[in-house]
């Protein structure tokens, strides 16, 4: 497609892409055919008022119309995450489309969810209901944002926000931690609009694990710091649960920072009595109990080097029953490193594999088993060869 195209013929490409008519676009947008005619053939150049309700009505981006339409990209099988970005860059459904109601929107955001925390092929099955999902939620946000309906305004932005944790566990798991960043804070904003205190926690709680990701180890001590402060506040079955959840993102905090003491004691001391109190659980998603405790005293020993006493404890854990394939997987990943830190090649093998057939999309985007998988291409023994290439082979190492 040509480059620096003029403002209306970008109109009528994103006109005729959405399939609308010029009588039904002019219309909605206050203007006549014939002047929409004339802005798109280049006669005329319209308003800046103009302009914001055309890319309104055709669900774009005001810099849709402004800047230069990009080339499509050419799409790799089940490369998705494009439509994801596109979606929450504001491509979305016109203005005049009514908005879609809070109750219809929560189902299909707790059905996002359980695909998100159970599905082997999640990034996939995740990616297919995301870009529709953001876009009628953002959609009927900005429609009650200036609406007089406060009940569904706050509903709305309840779903937000747990649309928008979804969004940064999926975002950092793709390798997007700046699209990660910008859907936590969303989820804040909105979790703050809603003046919701669960939900405000679970935003800090996402909040702080973008800036473990993106190695802002301190800050995400601070953000967990300061929801726990917050949660005191309030008296609710949840406060227990999610303040345990943000105490062990201070405890991750420490770890990443090597201040091993410090990260146990946070575990015992604050952790671990309110895994005790708040039992098993998924509260706002954060699979906060008993189990995830323990599982970040493997990750410590792990990360400490202290593997054998790692490795102790985690025979001793069952991971069956959480209700997030992420974690599941996140631990079992934990346990092949102990292993590959002590060079028992056939016990990482193994690990890996089961790995696979749990969560192959996971594997797949996990650096720490590339570089498992690269580790033993180099020492291992001609029996677990043929295993090793297949592995190599499925992650795409070759």
Known sequence: MAMNLPIG?????????????????AGLCGITEEYLSQIERGLKIPSLPVLHALAAELGVPLSALLDNIPKEAPRKENDVAQDVTRALMGYGPARSSLPISSTVLRERVESAWRIWQTSPTRFTDAAAVLPSLIADTEHT???HRTGSDSVARRDTLRVAADLYFLLRSYCRRAGRVDLSLMVADRGLRAAEDADDPIRIAAAQWNLGHVLLADGEHEGAEQIACLGIEQLAATRCEETVALAGALDLVAVVADARRK?????RRRLHDEAVPRARRAGEGNCMWTVFGPTNVELHSVSIGMEAGEVTEALKIAD??????????ERRFTFMLDVARCYDLRREDAAVLVHLIDLLQLAPEDLTRSPLAHNMVIRLRRRVRPTYRRQVDMLTERLGLL
Do not use: F, N
Request: net charge positive; proline share 3%.
């Open 316 to 325: 001793q854990i069952d991971t069956s029953h959480l209700p997030s394939l």
């Open 141 to 143: 946000l900005r429609v």
């Open 259 to 263: 201040k091993w003491g410090s990260a």
């Open 9 to 25: 013929e970008r109109v009528r490409y994103w006109r005729e892409k959405k399939q609308r008519k010029q009588a039904a676009v």
